[in-house]
């Protein structure tokens, strides 16, 4: 089966920067993805980390070490509307074979003025 | 048009009903998903189209039936549901149920509550 591991809640203040790690077990790693989703919304793609190393995409970064089974999501400049819930999800081979996306229980990020 | 619709948006229903949620994305993506969202949890697989064709069945209860009847569509038929079924149901797609990058688009979900 396959297991994600990340803190439930982070709080930081507008401008810091922060960071939610993600680790995992999985079967059959396809690599590991960040979706961001607020209250009351749907789930939006951040970034994909299919290789080790650094994917920036503006204020966000994500990191992959596959050897050691881990990841994070980098939020740098923070803004109120950051406040949401981020979700590290593996794509895997699964028990069955399949290759679909399993979701981390999540990190709800409170930013403060 | 980067866009998954989902209606209705808010679904009130008995535990003797039959109702329908419905998904639409014109993207042309081929691979098609069903996930359910309780409050403060992540979403959880319930049914994958590929190709039209039912690719992944989460041993989901037999009062969920998913259909698939295009490429652009996807339905849930519910009925008898119990009311730990009330929650968001979400619709994603993706280009392809494939290995590597594949992002999903997800729809505004489905609130649904069961009484």
Known sequence: ?113 | DTEVTQTPKHLVMGMTNKKSLKCEQHMGHRAMYWYKQKAKKPPELMFVYSYEKLSINESVPSRFSPECPNSSLLNLHLHALQPEDSALYLCASSQALASGYNEQFFGPGTRLTVL
């Open chain 1, 1 to 113: 089966g396959q297991s994600l591991e990340q803190p439930s809640e982070v709080t930081a203040v507008e401008g810091a920067i922060v960071q939610i790690n993600c680790t995992y077990q999985t079967s059959g790693f396809y690599g590991l993805s960040w979706y961001q989703q607020h209250d009351g919304g749907a789930p939006t793609f951040l970034s994909y980390n299919g290789l080790d190393g650094l994917e920036e995409t503006g204020r966000f970064s994500s990191f992959l070490s596959r050897s050691d089974s881990y990841g994070y999501l980098l939020l740098q400049e923070l803004q109120m509307k950051d406040s949401a819930s981020y979700f590290c999800a593996v794509r895997d081979q699964g028990d069955t074979g399949r290759r679909a996306l399993t979701f981390g229980s999540g990190t709800r990020l409170q930013v403060q003025p």
